[in-house]
């Protein structure tokens, strides 16, 4: 006779790593996503800062004047905002879904659900992400400002030190409502699409890696769409510097939109929308993407 053997317990099962799982995945597909994104992420704030021409022409002159590498400007804090920011942004709305799913008895969530669940998960992600976010645009936007007034930062640790010893604790969280508010945006029309897409297309018996492909690049749409007004009002607020008189040109969001509206009207908001779009469309299918690869994988080796 021989005795029943222990049930061994998969790592699906282990209740610490369902708890980390959603929040590990998210910040390796961000993490991804941005390495292959980085170059188009320095055109795409020297266009916000005034550069003239296209972004295959501002892309050569930064190539030609300040080497290749510049073009990874910023990569460290590039990485931390996604290893803080989109590990959180992702997991929170994993855990929103799951939840919401529960709540429905497993059925499919109304768009207005989908929408709301992307909201929460980008303003609570984005508080997390605010002091790399800030760092990343003042590494990026150091070669635009004159010789005698760049801050030279050697990385993301010597950028948070800077910014913390010229403006204590509070100067990593500058623009942080912005940046909040434009994640709520971006997530919302990045995360609800990409359900809502995904959704339809299996509806139509569309599944798979072409449902993931075509489903990533309706929300890099939307996501784009959604948010650029207010990454353009974060980054005019980020890159400011204190005039003589130690004030600054914007007091706060509502003077940037105010001062912003009235210099060039509603348009003035999507100054850049190819390059945000190419920018930020290919980075939200990346994420995306690498994260479905990632549970796919993990889902064929039972974890």
Not at 24 to 35: D, E, F, I, R, Y
Not at 78 to 84: E, P
Request: aromatic residues 8%; positive net charge; charged residues 15%.
């Amino acid at each position: 006779h021989v005795p029943p053997q222990p049930k061994t317990m998969s790592l699906a099962d282990n209740s610490t790593w369902k708890a980390v799982k959603p929040f590990l995945n998210g910040g390796l597909s961000g993490m991804g996503a941005t390495c292959i994104i980085q170059p188009l992420d320095i055109v795409k704030v020297r266009l916000q800062l005034g550069a003239t021409g296209g972004p295959i022409s501002v892309a050569s002159a930064i190539i030609k004047n300040e080497g290749f590498g510049t073009l990874y400007t910023g990569i460290s804090a590039g990485l931390l905002r996604q290893a803080t920011y989109t590990t959180a942004r992702l997991g929170i709305h994993a855990k929103i879904v799951d939840f919401l799913l529960e709540q429905n008895k497993g059925a499919p969530l109304p768009l207005l659900q989908k929408a709301g669940a992307g909201l929460a998960a980008g303003g609570l992600g984005a508080i997390f992400g605010s002091p790399a976010d800030l760092s990343l645009i003042r590494m990026q936007a150091d070669g635009t400002l004159p010789a005698a007034e760049r801050r030279n930062y050697t990385g993301v640790v010597h950028a948070l030190s800077d910014i913390v010893k010229k403006d204590g604790v509070g100067g990593l969280f500058v623009g942080a409502p912005t940046t909040a508010v434009r994640a709520m945006a971006l997530n919302c029309g990045m995360l609800a699409a990409n359900d809502q897409a995904k959704e339809m297309m299996k509806e139509n018996g569309v599944t798979g890696f072409t449902a993931t492909v075509g489903a990533s690049s309706i929300a890099g749409f939307f996501a784009s769409f959604f948010s650029l007004p207010f990454d353009y009002v974060k980054t005019q607020l980020q890159k400011q510097k204190p005039k003589p008189d130690g004030t600054y040109q914007f007091k706060g969001f509502l003077d940037c939109v105010g001062q912003t509206m009235k210099a060039g009207g509603p348009m003035k908001f999507y100054t850049g929308f190819p390059t945000y779009y190419v920018r930020i469309a290919p980075h939200a299918m990346f994420t995306l993407i690498i994260l479905d690869q990632i549970n796919a994988t993990q889902k064929a080796y039972g974890a």
